[in-house]
């Protein structure tokens, strides 16, 4: 028996990176996932890799219809949904906040925390529905933290966590939990394009990256993977409203906290 088995989950974001870590993880543990992402290649690919136990959804997570239509998808093809992941990011507008724009602030807020309350509202009815239900967030150490990442992804960052420790006081009673997840610097598509100049230049980056962690190892999405396995399973019963902060202590407990890494 693995430790998701039988659980039926969504998660954003899947298709690549920390999202796609959890899925491979989460099927590995038996629960089957709807990989919603707008990346149509990559998640038909994993999607086809993992058979019955995967399906992708084109899902652009700032659209309530098609994060709705994920959702669905999850329910009439896996019979519930027990987790919902809202990981989908991006690291959005760069640079000081005099030359930022209301319409780059806009949009980067949407991707980043909009999308997330839209993933728990829409999970939130059915999980009461259910008695039962875990909503994992994706934040950052950028959450906890300002300096380690660009003005507009901090501020979604701790609007995530403010947003997850509410709603895990409305879920609270009804048997549901909402955690949130901060990674550290870690191996991704996204962190291969920042450090690397090339999203897809996965060695490079791990080289980057690993440089900068005590020990000389970058977290890979796996890292990311178990803390959702431990959250999302029962094994997490009693974890409600908390925030993981996953950097081996690197960024939010050092006293030379590092700045957004491409601007060094
Ligand atoms: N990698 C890190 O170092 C790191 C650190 C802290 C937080 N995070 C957060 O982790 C999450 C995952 O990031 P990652 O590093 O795996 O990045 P990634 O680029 O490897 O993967 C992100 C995925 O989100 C998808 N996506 C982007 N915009 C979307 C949209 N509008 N609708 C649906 N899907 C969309 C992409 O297609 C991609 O598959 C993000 O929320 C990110 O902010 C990452």
């Known amino acids: 028996m693995g430790r998701m088995q039988g659980k039926a989950c969504v998660v954003t974001g899947g298709a690549r990176g920390i999202g796609e870590g959890i899925v491979r993880r989460y099927v590995d543990e038996g629960a089957r996932c709807v990989i919603a992402d707008i990346d149509v290649e990559a998640g038909e690919k994993i999607a086809s890799e993992l058979g019955d136990a995967a399906i992708f959804v084109r899902c652009d997570v700032t659209s309530e219809a098609d994060i709705t239509s994920a959702i669905e998808t999850c329910r009439a093809s896996f019979g519930s949904l027990d987790v919902m992941i809202n990981n989908a990011g991006v690291v959005g507008v760069q640079g000081p906040i005099g030359d930022t724009s209301l319409a780059d602030y806009e949009r980067t807020m949407a991707i980043l ?3 997330v309350f839209l993933g728990t509202k829409l999970a939130l009815p059915i999980m009461k529905e259910q008695g039962d239900g875990v ?8 959450g906890v933290q300002g300096g380690l990442g660009p003005h507009v992804y901090t501020t979604a960052k701790h609007g995530v966590i403010g947003l997850s ?3 895990a006081v409305e879920a609270a009673p009804h048997g549901v939990r909402v955690n949130v997840i901060c990674p550290g610097a870690t191996l991704s598509s996204l962190t291969a394009g920042l450090v690397a100049g090339d999203k897809d230049n996965l060695d490079a980056a791990y080289e980057r990256l690993s440089s900068k962690y005590p020990g000389g190892k970058a977290p890979r999405p796996e890292d990311m993977a178990n803390a959702a396995v431990w959250l999302g399973s029962d094994e997490g019963r009693f974890m409600n409203g908390a925030v993981i902060v996953m950097d ?3 960024e939010v407990l050092s006293d ?9």
């Open 113 to 115: 925390l909009t999308s």
């Open 135 to 142: 909503i994992i967030n994706t934040s950052s150490t950028a």
């Open 165 to 167: 420790k509410s709603v």
């Open 248 to 250: 081996l202590g690197k």
């Open 256 to 264: 030379r906290a590092a700045k957004f890494y491409p601007i060094d």
